[in-house]
């Protein structure tokens, strides 16, 4: 059994920066890919980046790659999402998530967050 824990959400404005955490209690963090994920109201959630248990891939959206970077530490069974340049569009509800590979689909992720909520001002 994996929990996950986002944090580090909140208000920003527009080309500002923050930093999520994903802290994840279990035994097999070690060996899980790990994804993020938003949803934003009326649309459904949508892949942001996701990175495979060794650290030696990552996969991003079109929509934040270049200002979002995903990263990981096994040590300390936490994935990060460092997220600069913000915009407005960027406001949604993120989610972590673990599975067995680094997939963009949130069907090959069994293990989800509660969600931190990111809002970007214009």
């Known amino acids: ?40 109201p009326g649309k459904e959630r949508e892949f942001v980046a996701t990175i495979s248990w060794s650290a030696t891939s990552t996969y991003y959206a079109d929509s934040v790659k270049g200002r979002f970077t995903i990263s990981r530490e096994n040590a300390k069974n936490t994935v990060y999402l460092q997220m600069n340049s913000l915009k407005p569009e960027d406001t949604a509800v993120y989610y ?27």
């Open 96 to 122: 972590c998530a673990a599975g067995p590979n680094p997939v963009i689909v949130s069907t090959g992720y069994g293990y989800w967050g509660q969600g931190t909520q990111v809002t970007v001002s214009s």
């Open 1 to 40: 059994q994996v929990q996950l824990v986002e944090s580090g959400g909140g208000l920003v404005q527009a080309g500002g920066s923050l930093r999520l955490s994903c802290a994840a209690s279990g035994r097999i963090f070690g060996s899980s890919a790990m994804g993020w994920f938003r949803q934003s």
